[in-house]
């Protein structure tokens, strides 16, 4: 029986002071109605509660350089809930 590891998804993210920090990529998606495209991500780090923590952003490509942005739109954020929400059902 082969041992067969998942392929981690791999970026690289830059912080506003420069550093540059490689993140796991749970799940890229994009909204066909609006055309906004996110990612779910993870610094394998772990809550009081052993959790991982995963962070959500906005893929914002309007300067041709890809660059994350927070989601700050409630009816957006709602709807990326309800991504997550999915996700978290099927694992």
């Known amino acids: 029986m082969e041992n067969k590891e998942v392929e981690k998804k791999m970026m690289s993210i830059k912080a506003e002071d420069g550093s540059v920090e490689e993140v796991e990529v749970i799940l890229a998606f ?3 109605d609006t055309k906004k495209e996110y990612v779910i991500y993870t610094k394998n780090e772990k809550d009081e509660n052993d959790n991982i923590t995963v962070y959500v952003s906005n893929v914002d490509r309007s ?3 890809p660059k994350l942005v927070g989601v700050d739109d ?3 954020w ?3 809930k309800d991504v997550l929400r999915e996700l978290s059902k099927s694992e």
């Open 30 to 32: 994009e909204f066909k």
């Open 74 to 76: 409630e009816d957006e």
């Open 63 to 65: 300067s041709g350089e």
């Open 78 to 80: 709602n709807r990326v």
